[in-house]
C-alpha cells in the first residue's frame, strides 16, 4: 500500500520535491507524519552530499577529462629564470593532459605590488579551469581569491609558512604545486669554499615577501653560527634594485641573493653592481649566465617547473589538490660564470670541481 498517492507531476529541484512530500506527510496521522518527514530529511541530506561529492571540495578539480582546458598563468614579475619556469611548466602541462588543447592565458605584475590584487580579480572571475602562480605575495593573494579551482604554485618557497598549505604532503586546499625552497646553511657551505675569509653576507629581498622574510632570518641565524654578520638591503619593487645594490658596496664581503621573485627581476642591476665593485655575487637557483653572478646554487628550476606542469595535469584530470604532496628540489647544483670567475679571478677549489658546472655568460 502507498503512504500516500502517487502523481505524475515532475519536479525540477529535489527542494521542491522534499517540499511536496512533506506538504502530503504532514496530512497524515502524527506517527506516520514523524516517520515520513524524518526518512525525506535523511534522504535530503543524502542527496546533498552526493551532490558535493559529484561537484568535488575546493581543492580538487571539476574540469576532468575535457576537450579543452584553460589555465591562467600569473607571475609576480619578469625575469628569465621565471619565464623558463613557466615554458617547462606550460610543456608539462599540455603532455600530461593530451590529447586535450590546453591554452594559457597570461598577466605580470612587472613587480609591482600594487597590480597583483587587481590582477587576481582578473583571474577569480575568469573562466580559467586552474592557475599556476610564481611569487608568493601573489600566490598568497590568489588562494584568497579562488576557492573552487586548483591553483599552482610554481617554485614556491614555503607554501605552509605563507598559509596556503597545511603540509607539503598533505596540502589541504586547493594550493599545490613545487618548491625551491634550500636551507641557506647548505647554501653558504658552498660559498665558504669558494670565498673562505668572508665576514659579511649582503643580501637584498622584498620584505613584503613573507617566504623572502623566512629565508634572510635563516640565512641570518645561520651566519651567527659561523661567527659572521648579515648586511640586508630591501626592495618593494625592481626600480630599488641598483640603488640597494649600491648600499651594500663596502658593507659586504659577498652577496647572497635568496629565491625573491622581484630580486630576481633586477639581476642585471645586482650583477652590474657587484662586478663593478669585485664583489662575488653567488645567486640561490637564479640564472647563472647573468654578467656579474659568479655561481648559482640552488635546485634546477627548470626540473621544478616541469614538476609543477605535471602535477597540473593529474589534478585538472581529477586528482585533489589537497591530498597532492607539493614537489621537493631532488638536489643543489653549483653552476659557475666563467666570465665572473675569471673576472674576479677566483679559484674554483678541488672539492667542488668535480660536482660543480662552468658556463659562459648570456
Known amino acids: 500500500m502507498d503512504i500516500f498517492p502517487i502523481h505524475e507531476k515532475k519536479f525540477s529541484s529535489q527542494p521542491e520535491w522534499r517540499a511536496s512530500m512533506i506538504h502530503h506527510a504532514s496530512r497524515r496521522s502524527s506517527p506516520v507524519r514523524r516517520i515520513i518527514i524524518a526518512a525525506i530529511a535523511l534522504a535530503g541530506a543524502a542527496a546533498t552530499l552526493a551532490a558535493c561529492a559529484a561537484t568535488g571540495s575546493p581543492a580538487a ?36 593532459l593530451a590529447p586535450a588543447k590546453v591554452t594559457f592565458s597570461y598577466q605580470n605584475a612587472n613587480g609591482d605590488q600594487s597590480l597583483v590584487a587587481s590582477l587576481v580579480r582578473d583571474f577569480a572571475s575568469s573562466t580559467d579551469d586552474g592557475f599556476a602562480v610564481l611569487g608568493t605575495p601573489a600566490v598568497v593573494a590568489m588562494a584568497q581569491a579562488v576557492t573552487d579551482r586548483p591553483i599552482f604554485a610554481v617554485a614556491m618557497s614555503d607554501p605552509v609558512g605563507a598559509g596556503v598549505a597545511k603540509s607539503l604532503d598533505a596540502p589541504g586546499s586547493n594550493v599545490t604545486g613545487s618548491i625551491d625552497y634550500v636551507d641557506p646553511a647548505k647554501l653558504m657551505d658552498v660559498v665558504v669554499k669558494v670565498v673562505p675569509k668572508v665576514h659579511t653576507v649582503g643580501t637584498i629581498y622584498d620584505p613584503s615577501n613573507q617566504n623572502s622574510q623566512v629565508w634572510a632570518s635563516a640565512l641570518k641565524h645561520n651566519l651567527t653560527t659561523r661567527g659572521l654578520s648579515l648586511a640586508e638591503a630591501t626592495i618593494s619593487s625592481p626600480a630599488d634594485i641598483a640603488a640597494a645594490s649600491r648600499s651594500l658596496n663596502g658593507r659586504a664581503d659577498i652577496l647572497l641573493i635568496g629565491p625573491d621573485a622581484t630580486a630576481y627581476a633586477g639581476m642585471d642591476a645586482i650583477g652590474a653592481s657587484a662586478l663593478a665593485s669585485s664583489t662575488p655575487l653567488f645567486v640561490s637557483a637564479g640564472e647563472p649566465t647573468t654578467p656579474g653572478v659568479l655561481a648559482s646554487i640552488g635546485p634546477s628550476y627548470p626540473t621544478l617547473g616541469t614538476e609543477a606542469g605535471a602535477i597540473a595535469a593529474r589534478v585538472l584530470l581529477g586528482k585533489s589538490a589537497a591530498t597532492t604532496p607539493f614537489a621537493r628540489p631532488a638536489g643543489t647544483d653549483v653552476v659557475f660564470n666563467s666570465s665572473t670567475v675569471t673576472a674576479l679571478k677566483i679559484r674554483i677549489p678541488a672539492s667542488l670541481s668535480s660536482s660543480s658546472t662552468v658556463t659562459d655568460q648570456k
Do not use: M
Not at 598563468?73 to 619556469?85: E, N, W
Open 61 to 96: 578539480s571539476s574540469s576532468a577529462h575535457k576537450s579543452h582546458y584553460t589555465i591562467g598563468v600569473l607571475s609576480i614579475a619578469q625575469a628569465p629564470v621565471l619565464d623558463d619556469l613557466v615554458h617547462k611548466f606550460e610543456a608539462a602541462a599540455k603532455a600530461g
